[in-house]
C-alpha cells in the first residue's frame, strides 16, 4: 500500500483513491464544493486545493479531489499558499453572488457562508456590474436562485448518474452560465428533492421548505421513512411543534445519501387538521349487551360522544371481555397495521393472546404502489408499508398473509363479533369488503391517527394514536433490517403512541404491571422472539441491524 | 413535420460516428449537419439529436448554448460575429462593434427586425494577425474600419 505524507504524517493510504475523501476519512477535513462520494469527479469548483508534490508530479497547488493517492506523494493541506488560494477560489466564487442570506433557506447550512468564515477574505475587490441570472421552477419541487449558483454541476451530475434522467444541464458559458432544464422537460424525476440536499449553496431550494423556518431554529430527530417497505433513513426537522421537513440521513445499506420525493414530502398528515387529539365512543354499553342478544347496531348508526382516553380504554377492555366471556374468545379478533411499529406489533399480538386469548389476527396495509428503480440501484419499493417485514416476524407470516382474509370470513360467517383494529396508515384506501364487513359488527375499537380514517368510520371506541415522529420504536425493513425511529413531537391532544396505548390495555387485562418505555418493550420483544435475539437499541445505533444477526457473523456484516 | 434527416445527412451521421470514439463526441458535428439540412438548430432539432447520440436534450441545450457559432431560429440572414477577444479588442474591435450597433439599431446579442442581421461579440476566431476582424456568417473579415464594414454590409445580397 503506498505512503503518503499529508501535514508532515504519514499514513498508508489506497492507491488511486482521491486525496480530498481520504483526507475526509482521516478526520482532516478540505473544503470542497463539487465533490460528492455518490458522483463522478469534476474537479471545477477549485475549492479544494492542496499543496502536493510527489514523483512525477509539478509540485504546486492542486485540486485533491481529483489527485489520486500514489507512493511518496506530499500533501499539505493548511500552508499558507493553500489558505490564500482558498481566499481568492472564495472571491471569485462571490463575485456574482447577490449576498442575500437574510432571506435564503440555506443560511446556517450553506457553504457559502460556513467557508467565507472560515477561510474567506472579508471584502470583495469586484467592482463591476453583477451578472444576474433567472429564478425559477427547475422542477415541480425544486426552484433556482441563479445569483446564488457556483456552477459545481452537483445537481447535473446527480440527475445524470444517479437518477438517470438528466433533466438539469449547464447551459450558456463563463459567467453567464447557469443551471437550466431543457424547456418543456422539467426536473419531475421521483429523486428531485436530493438535487436541493447536495446543492452546496442556496441555489436550489426545496419549495415545499420555502420559507418556513430559519433552519437554525429547528430541532432535528432521526428517523426511518414510513413510507415504503425501503425504511430510508432520514431526518425529522421540526419547528414550532411541526414537521418542517424530511432530510436523508447516510445509511449505505439501505439508502446511500437519498429519499425519494414520494417518502420525503409524505409528511404533511402528521399535522393535518384531521388529526385525532381526543377519544371517543359511541354506543357502546348499547353494543355490548345488543350483541350478545344478538341485535347489533352498526357503528355508523350512532352519535360520537367524546370520552376520556382511560375511559376508553377501559370501554375497550370491558366491551372486548365481554364478548369473550359471553361468546368465547374466538369470538374476538384482532386486525394490526403494518404501519405500527416492531414494539407495536409485538404488544398487539400479546395482547390480543394473553389479554383476550382471541384465535384470530390479520394485518391491514397500504395498497401496493408503483415499484421504481434508478440509474444508481436505489429503488423504491412497491410496498407502501414501513413495516410489513416486522409484521410477517412478529404476528407469524401467517397471520401477515392470509389472517385478514380469515378474519373477514370469521365475520360473514357470524363467528367473529368483536375486532380491535389498528389503522394509522395514510393515504390507504382499504378494500371496500373490509370495511362493509366491520360495519356489520356489534363492536369495533379501533387505533387511529386521524379522523377521517376508513377505520373510524365503522368504530365503536377510537383511542388516538400518534403517527411515526411522535414517538419511538423500530421498524423492519424489506431486507430484514431494524431501525430505530425517534420522537420528534409530541402527538396532539391525549393522542398517545401505540405502543402506550396497547400496554394499558395489557395492564388493564392484568397482564401487565406497568407502560415500559419502547425500549424497555424492544428488550422484551427481543428476549422473546428468536429472530430479534441479541438486538437492542443500543447495538441498532443510528444505522439499525439486520433480523437473525446476532446469530449469524454474515448477516451482521450487512 | 417532424424533424428528421434526410437519407443523405443520415449516412453523413453514420459515417460521423465511425470518426469518434464514442457517440457523444460525435455531438458537434452533428449539431453542424442538424443544422446544415433543418436550417437552424430550434428545441426539437435538439431533441432530435439528443435522440440520435444519446445525451438528455438538456446536455445538447448545454452544449448549443455553449457556442455562439449555430444557427438559431430566432436568428437574421447574416449574423455578423464580431471578435472580441485580446489581440482585437487591442486593435480596436470596441470602435467595430459600436459602429455596427449605430448602423443597425441593435445591441449585441439582437437581431434587426427585418430579420436581416445579428450582432454578436464572440471570442478568438483564430485570425489575430489581422485583427480587429468579423465572421459574416462563414466568411472571415479582416482588418476592419467602419468604412469597411459599411461597404460589405452594403455588399450583401
Ligand atoms: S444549482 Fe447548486 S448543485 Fe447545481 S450547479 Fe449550482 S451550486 Fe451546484
Ligand atoms: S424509497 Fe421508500 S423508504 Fe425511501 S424515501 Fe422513498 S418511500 Fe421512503
Ligand atoms: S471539490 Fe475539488 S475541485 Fe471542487
Ligand atoms: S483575438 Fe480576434 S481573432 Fe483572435
Known amino acids: 500500500m503506498p505512503t503518503i505524507k499529508v501535514n508532515g ?30 458522483l463522478t469527479i469534476a474537479g471545477n469548483c477549485r475549492m479544494c486545493i492542496v499543496k502536493g508534490s510527489g514523483p512525477g508530479l509539478r509540485p504546486g497547488l492542486m485540486t485533491s479531489c481529483t489527485l489520486p493517492v500514489q507512493d511518496k506523494l506530499e500533501v499539505e493541506t493548511e500552508a499558507p499558499d493553500v489558505q490564500k488560494a482558498r481566499e481568492g477560489v472564495l472571491e471569485f466564487l462571490l463575485i456574482n453572488h447577490p449576498l442575500d442570506c437574510p432571506v435564503c433557506d440555506q443560511a446556517g447550512e450553506c457553504y457559502l457562508q460556513d467557508y467565507s468564515f472560515k477561510y474567506g477574505r472579508d471584502r470583495s475587490r469586484f467592482v463591476e456590474k453583477k451578472v444576474t441570472k433567472h429564478t425559477k421552477d427547475v422542477g415541480r ?47 419531475d424525476n421521483l429523486l428531485s428533492g436530493n438535487t436541493a440536499d447536495i446543492c452546496p449553496v442556496g441555489a436550489l431550494l426545496d419549495k415545499d421548505f420555502l420559507y418556513q423556518a430559519r433552519v437554525w431554529y429547528m430541532e432535528t430527530a432521526d428517523s426511518v421513512c414510513p413510507t415504503c417497505s425501503v425504511g430510508c433513513n432520514l431526518k425529522v426537522d421540526t419547528y414550532q411543534g411541526q414537521v418542517k421537513r424530511l432530510r436523508p440521513r447516510e445509511n449505505q445499506a439501505v ?26 365512543t359511541r354506543g357502546v354499553a ?39 366471556r359471553a361468546e368465547g374468545a374466538g369470538a374476538v379478533a384482532g386486525l394490526a397495521s403494518a404501519w405500527l411499529s416492531n414494539e407495536e406489533l409485538f404488544l398487539f399480538r400479546k ?94 375499537a379501533v387505533l387511529d391517527v386521524a379522523e377521517d380514517a376508513p377505520l373510524v368510520s365503522v368504530a365503536h371506541v377510537v383511542l388516538p394514536g400518534a403517527t411515526w415522529v411522535e414517538k419511538d420504536g423500530t421498524f423492519t425493513n424489506a431486507q430484514g433490517r431494524v431501525q430505530r425511529c425517534q420522537r420528534a413531537l409530541p402527538p396532539p391532544g391525549v393522542a398517545a403512541p401505540e405502543s402506550d396505548l396497547l400496554q394499558q390495555l395489557l395492564v388493564l387485562a392484568g397482564k401487565r404491571e406497568k407502560v415500559l418505555s419502547a425500549q424497555g418493550v424492544f428488550a422484551e420483544l427481543a428476549a422473546e422472539v428468536p429472530a430479534f435475539a441479541g438486538l437492542s437499541y443500543r447495538d441498532l445505533g443510528g444505522q439499525g441491524k439486520c433480523l437473525g444477526a446476532a446469530a449469524d457473523p454474515a448477516v451482521a456484516a450487512r | 413535420m417532424p424533424v428528421q434527416f434526410s437519407e443523405k445527412s443520415r449516412a453523413r451521421f453514420e459515417w460521423l460516428l465511425t470518426r469518434y470514439p464514442t457517440r457523444q463526441a460525435a455531438l458537434l458535428p452533428t449539431l453542424r449537419l442538424a443544422e ?43 449574423i455578423l460575429q464580431v471578435c472580441s477577444t485580446l489581440p482585437c ?32 461579440k464572440v471570442e478568438c476566431l483564430a485570425a489575430c494577425d489581422r485583427a480587429p476582424m468579423m465572421q459574416v456568417n462563414d466568411q472571415d473579415h479582416y482588418d476592419l474600419t467602419p468604412e469597411k464594414v459599411d461597404r460589405i454590409l452594403d455588399g450583401l445580397p
Open chain 2, 36 to 78: 446544415e439540412e433543418f436550417g437552424s438548430i430550434g428545441l426539437e432539432e435538439m431533441k432530435y439529436v439528443a435522440g440520435l447520440i444519446g445525451v438528455s436534450p438538456a446536455h445538447v441545450l448545454g452544449v448549443v448554448s455553449f457556442y455562439t457559432h449555430y444557427r438559431r431560429p430566432e436568428h437574421g440572414k447574416y
Open chain 2, 89 to 120: 479588442a487591442l486593435r480596436g474591435c470596441e470602435r467595430i462593434t459600436d459602429h455596427l450597433k449605430k448602423k443597425l439599431g441593435i445591441k449585441v446579442g439582437e437581431t434587426t427586425k427585418d430579420k436581416r442581421f445579428t450582432l454578436k
Open chain 1, 255 to 280: 439508502n446511500q445519501w437519498w429519499l425519494c420525493d414520494i417518502g420525503r414530502y409524505n409528511h404533511k398528515f402528521t399535522s393535518a387538521p384531521n388529526r385525532l387529539g381526543l377519544a371517543k
Open chain 1, 141 to 187: 419541487n425544486i426552484r433556482i436562485w441563479g445569483n446564488r449558483c457556483i456552477v459545481c454541476t452537483r445537481c447535473v451530475r446527480f440527475c445524470e448518474e444517479v437518477a438517470g434522467t438528466g433533466e438539469l444541464n449547464v447551459v450558456e458559458r463563463g459567467d453567464h452560465s447557469i443551471i437550466d432544464n431543457f424547456p418543456g422537460l422539467p426536473m
Open chain 1, 351 to 444: 395482547f390480543m393472546k394473553l389479554g383476550i386469548g382471541a384465535l384470530d389476527l390479520g394485518l391491514v396495509a397500504h395498497q401496493d404502489g408503483e415499484a421504481h428503480a434508478f440509474k444508481s440501484g436505489f429503488k423504491i419499493h412497491a410496498d407502501r408499508n414501513p413495516n410489513r417485514r416486522g409484521a410477517q416476524e412478529l404476528l407469524g407470516a401467517d397471520a401477515a398473509k392470509d389472517g385478514l382474509k380469515r378474519v373477514l370470513d370469521g365475520i360473514r360467517a357470524g363467528r367473529i363479533k368483536a375486532v380491535l383494529a389498528a389503522g394509522g396508515i395514510p393515504g390507504w384506501e382499504p378494500d371496500p369488503a373490509l370495511l362493509a364487513a366491520l360495519r356489520k359488527l356489534a363492536f369495533v
Open chain 1, 286 to 324: 348499547t353494543a355490548a349487551t345488543a350483541a350478545i342478544a344478538a341485535t347489533a347496531v352498526s357503528a355508523p348508526a350512532l352519535e360520537w360522544e367524546r370520552c376520556s382516553l382511560d375511559g376508553a380504554l377501559a370501554r375497550t377492555w370491558e366491551t372486548l371481555d365481554k364478548f369473550v
Open chain 1, 9 to 38: 504524517k504519514e499514513y498508508d493510504a489506497p492507491a488511486g483513491k482521491n486525496v480530498l475523501q481520504f483526507c475526509l476519512d482521516q478526520g482532516l477535513y478540505v473544503p470542497h464544493y463539487c465533490y460528492h462520494p455518490a
